[in-house]
């Protein structure tokens, strides 16, 4: 089992910057991808960006590529979310997952953290 919890989230105005946090508890966290998805209101949820477990390779959705950096501290047991350039657009629910393999796709996710609110203001 791998519990994950995010932190970071908050209100910015538009051109400003977040970290998000995802710590686990869990000592194999170096054996788990570990992904960032969103969710506006009214939205499904959506991908924003991934990290395999083994060899640090990332993924990112279009919307975020350039703005938006994910890395991982195996050492602390947490992946961060730096976010830059934000946009009203990316006011959401965010939210990180893992899974042994990494994967963009939301559904294969095994692991859910409880959500950390980011709101951007024009």
């Known amino acids: 089992q791998v519990q994950l919890v995010e932190s970071g989230g908050g209100l910015v105005q538009a051109g400003g910057s977040l970290r998000l946090s995802c710590a686990t508890s869990?000592?194999?966290?170096?054996?788990?991808?570990v992904g960032w998805f969103r969710q506006a209101p009214g939205k499904e949820r959506e991908f924003v960006a991934a990290?395999?477990?083994?060899?640090?390779?990332?993924y990112y959705a279009d919307s975020v590529k350039g703005r938006f950096t994910i890395s991982r501290d195996n050492a602390k047991n947490t992946v961060y979310l730096q976010m830059n350039s934000l946009k009203p657009e990316d006011t959401a629910v965010y939210y990180c997952?893992?899974?042994?393999?990494?994967?963009?796709?939301?559904?294969?996710?095994?692991?859910w953290g409880q959500g950390t609110q980011v709101t951007v203001s024009s």
């Open positions: 997952a893992a899974r042994r393999a990494v994967t963009t796709t939301v559904s294969l996710y095994d692991y």
């Open positions: 869990g000592r194999t966290f170096s054996s788990y991808a």
């Open positions: 990290i395999s477990r083994s060899d640090g390779t990332v």
